[in-house]
């Protein structure tokens, strides 16, 4: 079955540093997304992206992130300039055309911020 | 602006036992849909069961099932013959149905269940 990659799985940075994670969404998805947890909290919605632009973002999306698809496959989330408070851990998703079948998620990039 | 909570932060199920989650939502809209994550401690999330609120009938997934009332907006999860591998975080999820453009998640605070042998 067609999966959802991340990669890193596990990133460490000192605040301040840009961090840019990556994902690759299922191949014939159109729809992309990205949403945080910090520890012990609930899933938070950052941005979507679709056809090439921003479809929708959080009041967490600020202009410190920014997303990018710079190939055909790959779905990039940057943080400019990190803070402690961007420790989490963030999930890519995507999603076909069919919306019964919900957003496939990957296995999520833990950010520490130090 | 949608919200979902989920009242019950932990529950616990003996082994071949049925458990209940409760979920809650509040919206406006008349076209959604709600799903049920797993999230077992590798973290990642997996879809559990999906309900399209235009359909009456409940959605069923082998031992998943759900209780979807519109009315009072209300979607609990039903776990039959509850096993060790169910030991997870379950969020509760609502989407607006899209019109146009991406269209989010939104996630309740998601509830512990363990299962005991």
């Known amino acids: 079955e067609p999966e959802v990659t991340q990669t890193p799985s596990h990133q460490v940075t000192q605040m301040g540093q840009e961090v840019i994670l990556r994902c690759v969404p299922i191949s014939n998805h159109l729809y992309f997304y990205w949403y945080r947890q910090i520890l012990g909290q609930k899933v938070e919605f950052l941005v979507s992206?679709?056809?090439?632009?921003?479809?929708?973002k959080s009041e967490i999306f600020d202009d410190q992130f920014s997303v990018e698809r710079p190939d055909g496959s790959n779905f990039t989330l940057k943080i400019r300039s990190t803070k402690l408070e961007d420790s989490a851990m963030y999930f890519c998703?995507?999603?076909?055309?069919?919306?019964?079948?919900?957003?496939?998620f990957g296995p999520g990039t833990r950010l520490t911020v130090t | 602006a949608q919200t979902v909570t989920q009242s019950q932060p932990e529950m616990s199920v003996q082994e071949a036992e049925t458990v209940t989650l409760s979920c809650t939502y509040d919206?406006?809209?008349?076209?959604?849909?709600l799903f049920w994550y797993k999230q077992p401690p590798s973290r990642q999330m997996i879809l559990v069961i999906r309900q399209e609120a235009y359909k009456q009938q409940n959605a069923t997934e082998n031992r998943f099932s759900v209780n979807f009332q519109k009315a009072a907006k209300s979607f609990s999860l039903k776990i039959s013959d509850s096993q060790l591998g169910d030991t997870a975080m379950y969020f509760c999820a609502f989407m607006k149905r899209p019109q146009t453009g991406a269209n989010n998640l939104f996630f309740g605070t998601g509830t512990r269940l363990t299962v005991i042998p």
């Open positions: 919206t406006s809209e008349s076209n959604y849909y």
């Open positions: 992206f679709y056809n090439n632009e921003i479809s929708e």
């Open positions: 998703a995507s999603r076909g055309t069919r919306i019964r079948a919900g957003q496939y």
